[in-house]
């Protein structure tokens, strides 16, 4: 495979990409899905996923605070305590990266939202369930409907093939110097990487200690496929539990690309491009397929699809902000915490990537894996 393995994280089946701007790039190895990547939620994600979310803004220990009420369900696509999120990230926003003065953090009581009030409006279960790209984006404006005392956004970036809008979630200061974006849902098939961003979102509105995002925004890209996802969900998930899903499979529970049509002269079967192969850096290197009928086909040109398009523009907006820190792409391949650069196995030294952002990346990582150890074992 052409990654370069930071840290392999225990308990776990998330996949966490790490890099800079060109961390959309990223591209995962293709590898059929086997019984435990189509079954129902899983609470050992999330924590995963939650674990690479601290966004400390300073080396300042904030005073503890009891934790908000989680949801205890074996079930919940987003159960378990929330206390490792913020080790994991504040390495990527430590001394090192030196902030200007930034306006002082609320009361540590200011929780964003009571779990009474999340009960009120979505019921007590609606985040230990799946939802539809449409269920999804009305649970993102209605968070931020509810929250009009803070500065949280949402927008629509673009739009899918099928025209599906596909939307970025703003959390934090928007004048911060630092902005980390995160990137679910490019595969279709991996439903656990838009449940679990959804339900960090919801955990981070539920802490009272967020003094930290007074200097840092965050930015979610929740669902990037949605065409591909709600295709997903159309068919049987016990095919795949049966069967598991193989390089050619067009069962609509192991789809993973999203849905342009087949180019002229293959089979109408052959439909698709594979998000994550799709990026232009390094376009048409190892671990992609020229072969429109494969999971990893990465399409006519490099960015040719229009859900790689809204990525690169929240990409590119960030960074041409000056304050882009950090991107992490979000995948239920296993247990692994993966750095950039993707293309290749020959190590962290590249064209792009230098020794010492490498080695930075690296430790970066290896924090997540311990605080991820630290919780789950």
């Known amino acids: 495979a052409s990654y370069s393995s930071a840290a392999r994280a225990p308990s776990s089946a998330t996949t966490l990409a790490l890099g800079a701007v060109h961390s959309a790039a990223v591209s995962s190895p293709t590898r059929p899905a086997g019984p435990a990547a189509s079954a129902g939620p899983t609470a050992s994600l999330t924590r995963v996923a939650m674990a690479s979310l601290a966004v400390s803004a300073s080396t300042a220990t904030p005073p503890p605070v009891p934790a908000a009420p989680a949801a205890t369900s074996p079930t919940s696509p987003i159960s378990g305590s929330t206390e490792a999120q913020f080790a994991a990230l504040s390495q990527i926003t430590s001394s090192a990266y030196p902030a200007p003065p930034a306006p002082p953090p609320p009361p540590s009581s200011a929780a964003m939202l009571t779990q009474a009030q999340l009960d009120e409006e979505f019921g007590a279960t609606w985040f230990d369930t799946w939802h539809s790209h449409e269920e999804i984006e009305h649970t993102l404006q209605r968070l931020v409907e509810m929250t009009t005392h803070t500065h949280n956004e949402y927008a629509v970036v673009g739009q899918s093939f099928e025209g599906r809008n596909i939307s970025a979630f703003y959390l934090g200061n928007p004048e911060a110097s630092k902005e980390i974006v995160m990137v679910a849902g490019l595969h ?119 859900e790689t398009q809204a990525v690169m523009e929240v990409l590119d907006a960030a960074s041409n902000r000056g304050r882009l820190m950090a991107g992490i792409d979000f995948h239920s391949y296993g247990q692994m915490i993966l750095t950039q650069p993707g293309w290749t196995s020959r190590g962290g030294l590249t064209d792009t990537v230098t020794s010492s952002e490498f080695a930075e990346m690296t430790s970066v990582g290896n924090s997540m894996q311990q605080s991820i150890r630290a919780r789950t074992g």
């Open 188 to 306: 279709a098939r991996e439903w656990i990487s838009p449940a679990a961003n959804l339900g960090a979102i919801r955990e981070l509105m539920l802490r009272t200690d967020l003094g930290a995002l007074a200097n840092v925004r965050v930015t979610w890209m929740v669902l990037t496929n949605p065409d591909g996802y709600e295709f997903s969900r159309s068919g049987d998930a016990e095919v795949a539990l049966g069967h598991g899903c193989w390089v050619w499979s067009t069962v609509p529970r192991c789809w993973r690309k999203n849905r342009r049509p087949s180019p002229a002269g293959y089979r109408a079967t052959c439909i698709g491009v594979d998000l994550n192969r799709n990026f232009p850096h390094h376009f048409g290197g190892a671990e992609s397929s020229n072969n429109p009928c494969e999971n990893n086909y990465r399409g006519t040109g490099a960015a040719s699809e229009p």
